[in-house]
């Protein structure tokens, strides 16, 4: 993780105040180096109350050439979207009320408790799950992450649960797209960290409780030894 970070500029003196008048954020980049696709975030209430608007509003982001840029809205009410910045300068963003251009999905997630409670995720490259509660109650040995394979960059993790538990389409064959093609079983799968104590691995045994925290989730883990 980078650890200096753009600067967004919040004072009262760089954003219009006037009545439905666009939002103007200046976003400063210190370091030499161009810093593309960085993430940015601003107070979404904030910004609804300076262009005057309701809760419910929606809004649109454009850079300095006036394109629309994808954005985001989190859990905690922060509105997020990526900037880019040259090195040693500045890039200034507006925010409008609006209705955005639909945008296409590169990663998301969600648990599956019609799936004994796995935890499953992708982006636009592969996916991954980890396995939750209701998969040990049946005495399966499940620590590692599992990944499975893609060949599109759209989302296939729902339409392969829906197929696998409601159609009878195997996602262990792949089907065009790609497939779950491991066997974690008893092992760290794609990834899993363990501990090694007096040279005796201990692993996460599955995924107890999760949240999601504006677009990353945070697993709990519950542990035991590895016999």
């Not at 940015?40 to 394109?67: C, F, H, R, Y």
């Not at 969600?110 to 939750?132: I, K, S, T």
Request: charged residues 20%; negative net charge.
């Amino acid at each position: 993780m980078k650890k200096i970070f753009l600067a967004v500029a919040t004072a009262l003196a760089m954003f219009s105040c006037s009545q439905k008048e666009p939002v103007t954020v200046t976003i400063t980049n210190p370091l030499s180096i161009d810093r593309n696709g960085e993430m940015v975030e601003i107070s979404m209430a904030e910004i609804t109350g300076k262009l005057q608007l309701p809760d419910t509003a929606q809004v649109i982001v454009l850079d300095e050439n006036g394109l629309e840029v994808p954005y985001q809205i989190t859990y905690d009410d922060m509105l997020i979207f990526p900037a880019s910045v040259k090195g040693d300068a500045s890039a200034v963003y507006t925010i409008a009320e609006g209705t955005p251009q639909p945008v296409d999905v590169v990663a998301c997630g969600r648990q599956y408790p019609e799936r004994l409670d796995d935890v499953a995720w992708e982006n636009d490259r592969a996916a991954y799950r980890a396995y939750g509660p209701a998969l040990q109650e049946k005495g399966e040995r499940a620590f590692g992450y599992d990944i499975w394979t893609k060949s599109v960059s759209e989302p296939v993790v729902e339409d392969r649960y829906d197929g696998d538990l409601n159609r009878g389409i195997s996602y262990h064959v792949d089907h065009g797209n790609g497939m779950d093609c491991y066997a974690v079983g008893p092992t760290l799968g794609g990834g899993t960290a363990a501990l090694f104590p007096l040279f005796i691995p201990i692993v996460t045994r599955i995924v107890k409780s999760w949240i999601t925290v504006r677009s990353d989730s945070q697993l709990s883990w519950s542990i035991i030894r590895w016999l």
